[in-house]
T-cell receptor
Framework: KAGVTQTPRYLIKTRGQQVTLSCSPI?????VSWYQQTPGQGLQFLFEYFSETQRNKGNFPGRFSGRQFSNSRSEMNVSTLELGDSALYLCASSLQGAGDEQYFGPGTRLTVT | AQSVTQLDSQVPVFEEAPVELRCNYS??????LFWYVQYPNQGLQLLLK??????LVKGINGFEAEFNKSQTSFHLRKPSVHISDTAEYFCAVTHHGSSNTGKLIFGQGTTLQVKP
């Protein structure tokens, strides 16, 4: 069974631009969660989608948004990029979300200059 | 609110020695607990999980962890480490509930450095 895939793996953007990251979950998984990983703040939860609906949201500004498609693939968008948005963005999929083990993708390394 | 504290940021150990990575959590409700490992430039890989039942949990690569409810701990152990175990290890907690779906709370991570 294929694992969680994320594209692109690396991205360099300029302040003020916007970016879209993509995540394809494991086949049969309906929940997709997104996390931001930085050296200073560690791993922080962004949001979770299930059946095309956002069920849970972390404490991030509205510039961070996402969506999920009918095939469970998910995208994350960051608008008006700031230098502090430079991070590794990880997505994870699970069967139902609550209490299930999450399987992580390799991440997208975003650098904002 | 839930929180996770990993008590050591770095743990140096010699190859074939035993190791323990410590994790304490705070929660007012029943929890599910996980240990993940992250190798450089990779995502997180699940080592083991505690959902319920036996408090001693065995995982992959010879790791095990013990859930201690009274001490709110979930320490990770391995009796003999290898060079290939050098990585960052994360303890994570969640609980079953509509307010917590898909959300893992992670500790700050412990870097395990295995020396030859």
């Amino acid at each position: 069974k294929a694992g969680v895939t994320q594209t692109p793996r690396y991205l360099i953007k300029t302040r003020g631009q916007q970016v879209t990251l993509s995540c394809s979950p494991i086949s049969g998984h309906r929940s997709v969660s997104w996390y931001q990983q930085t050296p200073g703040q560690g791993l922080q939860f962004l949001f979770e989608y299930f059946s095309e609906t956002q069920r849970n949201k972390g404490n991030f500004p509205g510039r961070f948004s996402g969506r999920q498609f009918s095939n469970s693939r998910s995208e994350m968008n960051v608008s008006t990029l700031e230098l502090g948005d430079s991070a590794l963005y990880l997505c994870a999929s699970s069967l139902q979300g609550a209490g299930d083990e999450q399987y992580f993708g390799p991440g997208t390394r975003l650098t904002v200059t | 609110a839930q929180s996770v504290t990993q008590l050591d940021s770095q743990v140096p150990v010699f190859e074939e020695a035993p190791v323990e990575l410590r994790c304490n959590y705070s929660s007012s409700v029943s929890v599910y607990l996980f240990w993940y490992v992250q190798y450089p430039n990779q995502g997180l890989q699940l080592l083991l999980k505690y959902l319920s039942g036996s408090t001693l949990v065995k995982g992959i690569n010879g790791f095990e962890a013990e859930f201690n409810k009274s001490q709110t701990s979930f320490h990770l152990r391995k009796p003999s480490v290898h060079i290939s175990d050098t990585a960052e290890y994360f303890c994570a907690v969640t609980h079953h509930g509509s307010s917590n779906t898909g959300k893992l709370i992670f500790g700050q991570g412990t870097t395990l450095q295995v020396k030859p």
